[in-house]
């Protein structure tokens, strides 16, 4: 009987309401489900070997992925998937981690090793910055904790890109830069910032993820006119900001620019040189601190050209994770689908996991939600 392998994407295991977290308490509901119907999280080389080489895999396998690389993967999602014999894979952004040490899971507390008081705060990421603007600050995993989950079997690390950044698309802007709450970890453009800070009445162009489309870069005039415009300090700039007049000026005077002064397309040898080097800082990163080269990446938020593609394949890269859903037979590595994890009962999970393993009901069910 033909094979699918379900793929299952998780981002948090958290206690704080997010559509994409999972509570630690439903997650482990949901593991305890799926082992009681015979579902196992096999390896990442397991999954690996059935999608680029058609081996065959043991029968109700799944893989349970994580992208971004946050610490509430090491915090709850590791020991709960040892306890419940699974194995997972966290695709990383490598930018984001740094050296460390290894800090208290809750399998240390469920051990009697530590207290729940001592796990890091991985529920409570938002914080009140100086200008009482809300901002979200997740922690993420250091490499010493990418090493001691390799080390126990249980977890890879993988990379998502070195920066998960995104890029001004085309000259096209309903608003400027200015200081705001902070909702998303991954808000950078790539063009926002000048000497590393913000440049506060730029305009806000339509933007796209970097690895999948060439940058449109601002002009040397847009900069300076938003540098004399509008107060670079981050309280004046708030001040600004909060006059409406001050914008519709603002905006008078971009519109004054004629649109072909506005910046230009990034030329194709840019673009490869720009993929090339976010790719090659990834997947160096991991070589240095795993000792091992990767073969497979999850492209952040799915998205990727077929130049993209090709170079990471010339670095080695040989499976392909996106964020649409569907099936996955053997062979199917240049487009692995996944589907979102979701804060519901195990019931849920098994009766997902069961359609994704079935082919034909894969390719149907994914269609019908896209």
């Not at 080389?45 to 080489?53: H, I, K, P, T, V």
């Amino acid at each position: 009987m033909p094979q699918s392998l379900p793929v299952l994407t998780h981002h948090y295991v958290s206690r704080l309401p997010n559509p994409i977290a999972v509570n630690p308490e439903i997650f482990e509901e949901q593991l305890r489900d799926i082992s009681a119907a015979g579902f196992r999280g096999i390896s990442l080389d397991e999954a690996a070997d059935f999608l680029a080489r058609g081996r065959p895999l043991p029968g109700r396998s799944c893989l349970i992925t994580f992208d971004d690389g946050y610490l509430d993967n090491a915090t709850y999602a590791w020991p709960l998937l040892e306890a419940h014999g699974h194995a997972g894979v966290i695709f990383a952004v490598t930018a984001r981690l740094e050296e460390g040490p290894v800090r208290p899971t809750l399998g240390d507390v469920r051990a009697g090793h530590a207290a729940e008081a001592d796990l890091p705060g991985v529920d409570a990421p938002f914080q009140v910055n100086e200008l009482g603007l809300e901002e979200r600050r997740d922690l993420f995993l250091t490499w010493d904790e990418a090493r001691a989950m390799e080390a126990s079997g249980v977890m890879r690390l993988e990379p998502h890109g070195h920066t998960h950044a995104s890029v001004f698309h085309k000259p096209q802007f309903h608003t400027f830069f200015k200081p705001r709450k902070k909702k998303r970890t991954f808000d950078a453009i790539e063009g926002e910032t000048r000497d590393g800070r913000p440049v506060w009445g730029l305009p806000r162009f339509a933007e796209a993820p970097a690895l999948a489309a060439r940058a449109f870069i601002p002009s040397d005039e847009l900069y300076g006119l938003a540098l004399r415009e509008v107060p670079q300090d981050d309280r004046e700039a708030l001040a600004f900001f909060a006059d409406p007049a001050n914008e519709t000026r603002l905006m008078a005077k971009v519109l004054a620019v004629p649109k072909d002064r506005w910046g230009t397309l990034e030329s194709e040898p840019q673009y490869e040189e720009r993929v090339r080097r976010d790719l090659e800082s990834s997947i160096q990163a991991i070589q240095k601190n795993c000792g091992r080269s990767p073969r497979t990446l999850a492209w952040p938020w799915g998205a990727y050209s077929d130049t993209a593609r090709r170079l990471a394949r010339e670095l080695g890269i040989e499976v392909f994770f996106c964020t649409t859903a569907g099936a996955n037979p053997a062979g199917s590595a240049g487009h692995v689908h996944r589907f979102k994890a979701r804060p519901k009962a195990g019931f849920w999970l098994r009766s997902r996991l069961t359609i994704y393993s079935r082919p034909w009901l894969a390719g149907l069910y994914g269609r019908l939600r896209a």
